[in-house]
């Protein structure tokens, strides 16, 4: 056998069993091989761990696709001392995303612009990172997805994806009222995950107002409530917005500079 015919049969079943990144790494390698006169085992490894990367690399997209994240912040881009509200502790525990464990539930409250958001998609992307499936929706596109579902015929379909992810990220729960069926879709969400999959909420609501907003249905709240709170972590953020904190920030800049040209 030659030790042409050898290489291309290589290739061959690199190609066969799709290991696209070692094929292509192959000659360089087995170059660099000949020319470092390096043992078989440091061979195969350098070229097996080029194609582990590239696995790895594509699971990583994957997930981060599926995600959805709407912003990269991460857990090193929030500024606790801007709000003090924020128990940093917790939230640096929370980062270690040891609650995924047990299907414990996160829930950030507190009024517009404080970063729950933020937060929220921070202990995403940890979780993606960590190589588990995240899926972040607004509790509203939950809604509009499982009406959808609702009228196409694929119920149980959507009630799956939305079981599956190890971490589910509902925003911005109360931000706008959610008609009855969508208060008990989001109820059917919760329940089916209930002690098997954690859920990060979001909200600017205090627990006792979420029936008026919760389909106008005290009971659906209460069940909701029951079943979120049972296993979980209450964040409760106060304060100003942060948003309107820099923007005040920079009028101030701005009028210093007016006055005192
Ligand atoms: P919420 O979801 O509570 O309305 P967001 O998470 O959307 O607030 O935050 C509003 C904006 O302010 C975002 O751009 C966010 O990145 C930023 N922000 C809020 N809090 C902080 C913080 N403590 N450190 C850095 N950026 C922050
Ligand atoms: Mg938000």
């Known amino acids: 056998m030659t030790e042409r015919s050898d290489y291309q049969k290589l290739r061959a079943h690199l190609a066969y069993l799709r290991m696209g990144a070692a094929a292509e790494a192959l000659p360089g390698l ?127 379909t959507t009630m799956r994806f939305y079981a599956n992810p190890r971490l589910l990220i509902v925003d911005e729960v109360g931000y706008l009222p959610l008609p009855q069926e969508a208060a008990a879709a989001l109820f059917q969400v919760v329940s089916q995950r209930y002690l098997k999959g954690s859920v990060c909420l979001t909200t600017n609501l205090g627990i006792a107002s979420w029936g008026r907003v919760l389909g106008d249905d005290q009971m659906v709240a209460g069940a909701l409530l029951d079943r979120l709170l049972h296993r979980s972590v209450v964040v409760n953020i106060e304060g100003d917005s942060y948003r309107m904190r820099s923007h005040r920030a920079r009028a101030e800049a701005t009028r210093r500079a007016v006055r005192n040209p």
Request: proline fraction near 4%.
């Open 30 to 156: 087995l170059d660099e091989a000949i020319r470092t006169k390096c043992s078989t085992q440091a061979f195969l490894e350098k070229l097996l761990s080029v194609e582990v990367d590239a696995v790895e690399e594509r699971r990583r997209v994957t997930l981060e696709r599926f995600a959805s994240l709407p912003s990269p912040f991460t857990l090193a881009d929030f500024d606790f001392t801007a709000q003090p509200s924020v128990d940093e502790k917790l939230v640096r525990e929370l980062g270690t995303l040891r609650f995924l464990e047990d299907a414990t539930n996160v829930l950030f409250i507190g009024p517009p612009g404080v970063g729950k958001t933020m937060l929220a998609v921070a202990l995403g992307h940890a979780a993606v990172t960590a190589g588990m499936r995240v899926h972040y929706t607004t509790a509203a596109d939950l809604a509009a997805r499982c009406h959808r579902a609702a009228l196409e015929g694929r119920w149980a």
